[in-house]
């Protein structure tokens, strides 16, 4: 049974959640530090979300038996995120860093599990983009927006900096 545990639930992260849950038959566990943005993320399909702590890896361990997530998907990537992916990632499993947080996640042959594959990702292909938007317009996923008129840009970028955003930030002109 695959498990898959994605960290800091903003907009991108609740497309990968419906993704991963329209897709696969992956459990997906969220992890976040907000309750709204917990809330949210059980509201898009995680079978479980909880608080990102140093406790985070030990419930993810004990909700597979020991295993450990089969995929990890750190949407900050900063130092301590992608310590705890890698805390919650088992053995030949795969985390993988998205957010630019300029930070990451230290790998060693002592500090992660064996066969653990760490790797970044930026964007998809068009392709795939194309793929999302066709999803989206079935009514596969659903994207939620907040949208600012053009003079409250600034407002926009102070909520997003302030994590009070659930969701896209669009500003509109």
């Known amino acids: 049974h695959r498990l898959a545990v994605v960290a800091d639930i903003a907009e991108p992260i609740s497309v990968a959640i419906q993704l991963l849950r329209e897709l696969t038959s992956t459990r997906v566990i969220a992890l976040d530090i907000g309750q709204d943005k917990l809330d949210f993320a059980k509201e898009n399909g995680a079978h479980e979300a909880f608080t990102s ?3 985070a890896a030990d419930k993810v361990k004990s909700l597979t038996g ?9 949407f900050v990537g900063a130092d301590v995120t992608g310590d705890l992916a890698v805390s919650c990632g088992g053995v030949g499993s795969a985390v993988i860093v998205i957010g630019a947080g300029m930070g990451g996640a230290k790998v060693g042959l002592t500090s992660t599990p064996y066969n653990m594959t760490v790797s970044t990702s930026l964007w998809g292909r068009r392709k795939e983009l194309l793929e999302l938007v066709e999803m989206a317009k079935r009514g596969q996923i659903k994207i939620k927006t907040t949208t600012y008129p053009i003079d409250d840009g600034e407002q926009a970028y102070q909520d997003m900096h302030a994590g009070s955003i659930v969701g896209r930030a669009i500003v509109v002109p």
């Open 66 to 74: 020991g295993r450990g997530a089969t995929v990890v998907l750190d």
């Open 53 to 55: 702590s140093p406790e």
